[in-house]
């Protein structure tokens, strides 16, 4: 068998991005390119993304996003296996604009195209970057989601728990945007908590505790606010210990979660996972990288994150995806159909 090499296009939200990666029989990997157009500074102003902007944005670069993707990774669309493209789910203007694009050139290539499902390509973006086996334990923490799952193989993803109310990503937003700090928040918090003394405020652990491995954000979100009103106006250091002390919360209730988590994972398939994953934009935070690390050595199991690059939206994720459904014959019909909501 020769090696799957893939061009993925991702356009959910409100990075636009192109890649080329490569995939041989024995699983291994190779990311020839993996070029990232972030829509950050057009939504800014806006203080989040705005869908109508978004979809005109990918209009306008994905051209260009992706014909430098193909130059980077010095192929010619003859040489490729497959186009593979986020069918969603995500903001519908956005995924038009990215599946619409990958089935013009998959029939001009005559080349298979793949439809990936955007949370998928979180789910499998581990054995992109560290070969992780079949059956592990995913934790996607982005700001549209908050799952647990079971990844068992390519296609057969059991969801163990999920959000109650606010993704994690959205709860960081959210507090962000309350301490006047500028969007995109997650990254603000991180970095204002750094100042900070987390041990100032105590805030709720939503469901700690609980047997189902489920999570609920909006009760410690409001807490924040409460206490940011309480002590309004805010000095720069009630910011940062505000922060410091929301993402201590978030991380001990994530660490309970995957615990709760693991127990699920055993009950349903009578083993442990081979790995605790952590994938989504969420992912890119420190603190919650260092603490899950310490959770998957409790749970005697390996950890393993992906690059933040490859931990927020990217092609290379997507052409991946596509890569391991080609492996196993798996293809789509050029009329399929873009879907804002498509749960995995
Ligand atoms: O996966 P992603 O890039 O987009 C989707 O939601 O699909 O995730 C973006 C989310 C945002 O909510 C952002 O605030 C959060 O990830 N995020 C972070 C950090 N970097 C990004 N949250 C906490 N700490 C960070 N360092
Ligand atoms: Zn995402």
């Excluded at 987390?198 to 409001?222: I, M, N, Q, V």
């Excluded at 092609?315 to 890569?323: E, L, N, R, Y």
Aim: hydrophobic residues 45%; neutral net charge; proline residues 5%.
């Amino acid at each position: 068998l020769p090696d799957l090499m893939v061009l993925g296009i991702e356009t959910t939200c409100d990075e636009t991005s192109a890649a080329v990666v490569t995939r041989s029989p024995s699983g291994a990997s190779d990311i020839r390119s993996n070029v990232i157009r972030s829509q950050v500074e057009i939504h800014s102003p806006y203080g989040g993304v705005v869908p109508e902007i978004a979809a005109r944005a990918h209009v306008e670069v994905l051209d260009h996003v992706i014909a430098e993707a193909m130059r980077q990774a010095n192929v010619d669309y003859s040489e490729l296996s497959g186009i593979a493209a986020a069918a969603g789910p995500g903001l519908i203007g956005g995924v038009i604009v990215g599946l619409t694009t990958a089935k013009a050139i998959a029939l001009a290539a005559k080349k298979p195209l793949v439809a990936v499902n955007h949370l998928e390509a979180h789910a499998l973006t581990a054995r992109l970057t560290d070969g992780v086996a079949f059956p592990y334990l995913l934790l996607l923490v982005s700001g549209g989601h908050t799952q647990l799952l079971a990844i068992e193989d390519v296609g057969k993803y059991t969801r163990l728990g999920t959000t109650l109310d606010d993704a994690v990503g959205e709860a960081f937003d959210k507090v962000a945007k309350m301490l006047s700090l500028p969007y995109p928040g997650g990254r603000q918090v991180e970095e204002q908590a750094k100042h900070g003394y987390s041990a100032r405020f105590a805030f709720p652990r939503p469901l700690l505790g609980r047997r189902e491995p489920d999570f609920s954000l909006s009760g410690l979100k409001t807490a924040v606010r409460l206490e940011a009103d309480r002590l309004a106006p805010l000095s720069d250091e009630d910011v940062a210990d505000l922060c410091a002390s929301f993402q201590a919360a978030v991380v001990d209730l994530i660490a309970d979660r995957v615990r709760a988590g693991a127990r699920a994972f055993r009950d349903r398939l009578g083993r442990g996972p081979t790995a605790l994953v952590v994938a989504g934009g969420v992912a890119a935070n420190g603190m919650i990288r260092e603490s899950l690390a310490k959770v998957a050595a409790e749970l005697n199991t390996r950890f393993a994150m992906p690059a933040p690059v490859l931990c927020t939206d990217n092609g290379a994720m997507i052409a991946w995806a596509g890569a391991e459904r080609l492996a196993r014959g798996i293809r789509d019909r050029l009329d399929v159909s873009p879907r804002a909501r498509w749960p995995l």
